[in-house]
């Protein structure tokens, strides 16, 4: 027997109700935010950890390169340190828990189709970067203190009124995410002045040297006028893949490059491009090779200052 049209007309004003209670409810913080489910993709790619690759990671609609940047270059000749970062828990959710931070593990639900959308981006080689991404955020929601570390400036009022974890990593300093990544901070050398290519060299030279490079991170810093000329992003960060015969071959972490505020745009095959060194001195402020040992005596450049926050 079929409900009489009234039925019908009491249940959908039932549901409007509850929707615009849970809503309310949500917006007060009363309640929780109802969370879609997660989509059923694979951790990592077919090859599993060793299929973790730094074109997997592209920047989505956070300004977290500090975050996506220094994540990219792991994921060349340091994949362990991701991996060993993440654990798939049977109930669909991952537990990552950062070296730098043992004693405050974080746990997120698998990224939702919307999530996807909006920030981290997933291809062929699993949802890894997705959830590093969300995992970092909830870590800095959950860590006022070192949230303010990280990004070097605080989140207006709480952030309280953001939605998602993702939106927490929003600028920050990539020296601070390699150290949250290998609890040790990383070296490197801040080019000021002439912007002397000679420190650059040396550092380059020692990172890419050998079967096993180094993790390795460029920043720009704001009104570098040479990096706007060259069609570079001032206030960004971009993952140094490889450093041979004077040549550097840096890749955006969002994976494509696009005009800047002076309508230009470095030329590039999905965000990876080459410079030579001196004209990578001259068009960067600062570079970061990441430590997964303590530097005890001599080797390796010195972190001089830091940079203000990059989006």
């Known amino acids: 027997m079929s409900e009489k049209p009234e039925a019908h007309g009491r249940a959908a004003d039932a549901a409007e109700s509850q929707s615009t209670l849970g809503w309310v409810g949500e917006w007060l913080g009363l309640s929780a935010p109802t969370q879609s489910k997660g989509l059923d993709k694979p ?52 537990t990552v828990t950062f070296a730098g931070a043992r004693d405050k593990p974080v746990t997120v639900a698998a990224p939702t189709a919307d999530e996807l959308k909006k920030y981290a981006q997933v291809g062929g080689g699993g949802v890894w970067p997705a959830v590093m991404e969300k995992a970092f955020g909830k870590y800095l929601k959950d860590n006022p203190a070192e949230r303010d570390k990280i990004l070097g400036h605080t989140t207006s009022m709480g952030g309280w009124f953001l939605s998602d974890p993702q939106e927490y990593a929003d600028a920050g300093r990539a020296a601070a995410v390699f150290k949250l990544y290998t609890g040790i901070d990383p070296s490197g050398v801040r080019l000021a002045g002439d912007h002397g290519s000679s420190g650059v060299r040396d550092l ?8 096993k490079h180094s993790a390795v991170v460029a920043g720009i810093a704001k009104g570098n006028q040479t990096a706007l000329q060259l069609g570079l992003h001032p206030e960004h960060d971009y993952t140094i893949t490889g450093y041979a015969d004077g040549i550097v071959t840096l890749r955006d972490p969002r994976a494509k490059t696009e005009n800047n505020e002076l309508g230009r745009h470095m030329a590039s095959a999905n965000g990876v491009f080459t410079m030579k060194v001196d ?17 005890l005596s001599g080797g390796g450049a010195i972190m001089i200052g830091r940079l203000p926050f990059r989006r």
């Open 43 to 94: 951790l990592y790619g077919p090859g599993g950890a060793a299929g973790i690759k730094a074109e997997q990671v592209i920047q989505g609609d956070v300004n977290d390169c500090f975050f996506m940047a220094p994540t990219a270059a792991f994921a060349l000749d340091n994949k362990d340190v991701i991996s060993k970062s993440i654990q798939q828990n049977k109930d669909g959710t991952f």
């Open 204 to 211: 380059l030279t020692q990172a890419f040297s050998g079967e």
């Open 279 to 295: 004209d990578f001195a001259r068009a960067f402020d600062e570079v970061l090779e990441a430590r997964t040992k303590p530097v």
